[in-house]
C-alpha cells in the first residue's frame, strides 16, 4: 500500500508539476512572463463580462426580461 502511495507522490512530482516548476524558475528571471497566463485569464474573464453585460442591456431593451418577484413559485 505505502508504493501505490509513492506512485501517486511520483506521479504529481515529478509530471503534473512540470509547467508549475517551470514558472517557478521564470519568475526569479521575469516576473511578467511568469503570469502571462494570469494576465491571459484576466483578459478572457473581462472580455466575457462585458459580453455578459451587453447581452443584458439587450435583453432589457426588449422587456424580455422577467423581473417579477413571484417568477418563481418559491418566492410567491
Not at 501517486?8 to 497566463?37: D, M, S, Y
Not at 459580453?51 to 417568477?71: C, F, R
Request: overall charge negative; charged content about 15%.
Amino acid at each position: 500500500m505505502k508504493a501505490f502511495f509513492e506512485g501517486i507522490q511520483w506521479l504529481f512530482e515529478n509530471i503534473f508539476f512540470i509547467p508549475q516548476n517551470f514558472f517557478r524558475q521564470l519568475e526569479l528571471k521575469n516576473w511578467f512572463a511568469a503570469n502571462t497566463i494570469n494576465w491571459i485569464f484576466m483578459i478572457i474573464c473581462a472580455v466575457a463580462i462585458v459580453y455578459w453585460i451587453k447581452q443584458l442591456q439587450l435583453h432589457k431593451a426588449n422587456n424580455e426580461e422577467n423581473q417579477d418577484t413571484t417568477a418563481h413559485s418559491f418566492l410567491g
